[in-house]
């Protein structure tokens, strides 16, 4: 099968998760569109910034062609597309004239956008256009079904954990306080408060914080982490909060695999998606009242270090069992593309 997708080297980002393990599979031949590098690459120019903002159509104009040309050169059964803000329905619609089987995979939701960057236009008007949409939340899958009648398939998020990074992380000696890794919002300050009002001591890492907080004895702020300090960062803490964004109500988020696939004990709202992957009390701990957060979280910091252990291992266990991780997911995708062709 030749699959045309969404790609890119930085390895924080999903679409490179999924290009790196289907070209694992046999019988994939996968093509790149590489076009969020030189997005990224031209954001970090000032000319750059300046044209990206003034003269957005040029530039998605020049992204357009870069797909077409590659549609001629490499002759895809299959264009992947993850999102697809700079992508045109016309460029969309030149694909399925050539036969060509469309897929989109949307980590944010297709058509109702938080912010600025969650969609647009050519996200919401290319839904129609393609054959198959994949999904974080089965939600969002209904939704397509009602709305669209479109065909979905369930994708939930996973976890990319190499075992040098798991080696670090766990030589890492525990902090026995809550920590939240993300950017600061509303929502998340006040989950925070909410510990903060009962006495647990909570760190904070990430963008936008210290508009909100200033470093006490009771709570750090620190600014974001990446690559191997954000994996030791969420391993060491003793409890560590996930606050779900308007878009993953009810479903999960890449924290959601994250933390337990490093063997962190997370906290964080529940669904019955998560519920579907966690045990609860064992492998991860949830909460649907603000009373639960604050009970929960005083629970997880008084547990004796072995029982903290135990469900770290759990929690790690039962994440590569189960197939969480973007290896697995990779499968499973392949498996959806190779039904569709059937």
């Known amino acids: 099968m030749r ?35 030189g997005l990224d690459k031209l954001n970090k120019s000032l000319v750059g910034k300046i044209t990206n903002r003034f003269l957005p159509k040029s530039v998605l104009k020049k992204v357009n062609q870069h797909v077409i040309k590659s549609i ?8 992947w597309i993850f999102k697809g803000m700079e992508i045109y329905p016309e460029t969309l619609q030149y694909a399925k004239k050539r036969g060509i089987r469309l897929a989109n995979y949307n980590p944010d939701h297709p058509f109702v956008y938080a912010s600025a960057g969650s969609g647009n236009d050519n996200v919401k008007d290319s839904i ?21 009648q479109i065909r979905g398939m369930y994708l939930p998020f996973g976890f990319e954990v190499s075992d040098t990074r798991l080696s670090m992380a766990e030589n890492e000696p525990e902090i026995v306080r809550a920590c939240f890794v993300g950017c600061a919002d509303e ?30 004895s009771l709570i750090k702020v620190f600014p974001g982490v990446y690559n191997d300090h954000f994996w030791n960062i969420l391993r060491k803490y003793r409890l560590q909060l996930n606050v779900f964004r308007s878009q993953n109500r009810n479903s999960q988020n890449m924290r959601s695999f994250e933390i337990p696939g490093i063997g962190g004990i ?12 966690f045990k609860p009390g064992k492998e991860a701990f949830f909460f649907k009242a603000d009373d639960e957060v604050v009970k929960n979280a005083r629970e997880i910091l008084a547990l004796p270090a072995t029982d903290a252990l135990d469900i770290r291992h759990a929690a790690r266990e039962r994440s590569f069992r189960d197939g969480y991780a973007y290896r697995e997911r990779s499968k499973m995708v392949y498996s959806y593309f190779s039904e569709l062709f059937n």
């Open 128 to 148: 129609p256009l393609y054959d198959l949409h994949l999904s974080y939340s089965k939600e969002i899958l209904r939704d397509l079904e009602k709305i669209y």
């Open 72 to 79: 001629e050169s490499f002759r895809p059964d299959l264009i």
């Open 266 to 277: 997370m906290l964080a709202p529940y669904s019955d998606e998560h519920v579907s992957f």
């Open 187 to 216: 929502e998340r300050k006040r989950i925070v408060l909410l510990l903060l009002n009962a006495g647990v001591p909570v760190d904070v890492y990430g963008p936008d914080w210290n508009k909100y907080f200033k470093t006490s």
């Open 3 to 37: 699959i045309l997708m969404t790609d890119t080297k930085n390895d924080r980002l999903l679409a490179h998760f999924y290009s790196t393990h289907l070209r694992e599979i046999p019988g994939v031949d996968l093509g790149s569109l590489d076009y969020v590098d």
